[in-house]
């Protein structure tokens, strides 16, 4: 029997990736795109998914009750990915994280509890670990977040997994690393980088570039996902990481060469305010029900840049949109 999914901030980069994923795996899966289209959800991106019959897009916002209630009937998976999620937009201002990651979390949680949902995702972050000094951090580590964005992400788990504890709610939370690839909002560090230099632009790199982050290709991050609505526990955490960290400055050398590029196009700038040196997560949890990233950087760094040189089309229009 085929099931119904709500899939939240599904015109952004990790969501749409999802539900195309859901497609190529889950043929006959119903889609219910939930999307208010703020900045970094693209009505391009909602206009690629249309073509699916399976796929209906709902322009709405989860901070409106209403509207969720209303998106929730009939549902059997919410897989909640909708959030404000870049670091310096929190820093700047952080009361919209608030509302949204916390507040609108809460309004999804209680519709589907009300509509007996049988499978919440809560998707979030490693930066509710904090910086990780040292080692690999488990499901089971402290909760150190040090910008409003991750704290508003470690808010909105704790939230979703009392859900369980109070109500026997089947919520899975997952907390996955940096993810990459296509359909990328440019102003994360990646595509940021890449299309500043297709367009003869240099690159801003915060400080030295020692800060070292995990980067998980999204179709690997969406084929945990997947495998967590059928076999996950509910009220159970879930890491996700492909185990490849690499500092910031060797990602943006990586970069330049696959652009042709030398270092004269690295413009140093000042650091970011509680810049976490280091993300790592221990993922062995998930990995023992058999997943495992089926993608290295190496396979895929150079595809992904080679995605924004061919999807120019995709991508200037909100480059130049922020201008």
Not at 51 to 71: C, G, Q, S, Y
Not at 126 to 132: A, L, M
Not at 194 to 201: F, K, R
Request: charged fraction near 25%; include cysteine.
């Amino acid at each position: 029997m085929s099931r119904t999914y709500l899939v939240t901030g599904g015109a952004g980069f990790i969501g749409s990736n999802f539900i195309r994923y859901l497609f190529d795996h889950e043929g006959d899966a119903e889609v219910r795109n939930f999307d208010s289209l703020a900045y970094a959800g693209v009505k391009a991106t909602v206009e690629e998914l249309d073509t699916n019959p399976n796929h209906t897009f709902i322009h709405a916002d989860i901070n409106d009750p209403a509207a969720v209630d209303e998106a929730m009937d009939a549902v059997d998976v919410v897989v909640h990915f909708a959030a404000e999620s870049h670091v310096d937009r929190s820093i700047s201002g952080p009361s919209v994280f608030l509302q949204t990651n916390v507040v609108g979390t809460g309004n999804l949680l209680d519709s589907a509890r009300r509509h007996d949902v049988t499978c919440f995702v809560h998707v979030s972050t490693d930066e509710v670990y904090g910086s990780v000094a040292e080692g690999f951090a488990t499901e089971e580590w402290k909760l150190d977040p040090s910008s409003p964005y991750s704290s508003s992400k470690a808010g909105s788990d704790l939230l979703a997994l009392s859900y369980h504890v109070t109500f026997g709610f089947p919520v899975v939370v997952t907390r996955c690393t940096n993810n990459y690839g296509p359909y990328q909002f440019p102003e994360k560090v990646i595509p940021l980088f890449v299309t500043n230099l297709l367009a003869g632009e240099k690159v801003p790199l915060y400080g030295e570039g020692q800060n070292e982050r995990d980067w998980l290709y999204v179709e690997d991050h969406c084929s945990a996902i997947h495998l967590l609505v059928d076999e996950g526990g509910a009220g159970e955490i879930y890491n996700i990481g492909a185990d490849a960290q690499v500092k910031n400055i060797d990602l943006t050398r990586r970069i330049l060469e696959a652009l042709g590029k030398d270092d004269s196009f690295i413009e140093r700038v000042p650091d970011r305010l509680g810049h976490d040196l280091r993300y790592a997560v221990d993922s062995s949890k998930i990995r023992s029900m058999g997943w495992e990233p089926g993608h290295t950087l190496d396979d895929r760094l150079a595809e992904t840049v080679d995605w924004y040189r061919q999807r120019s089309d995709w991508w200037q229009p909100l480059t130049l949109a922020a201008k």
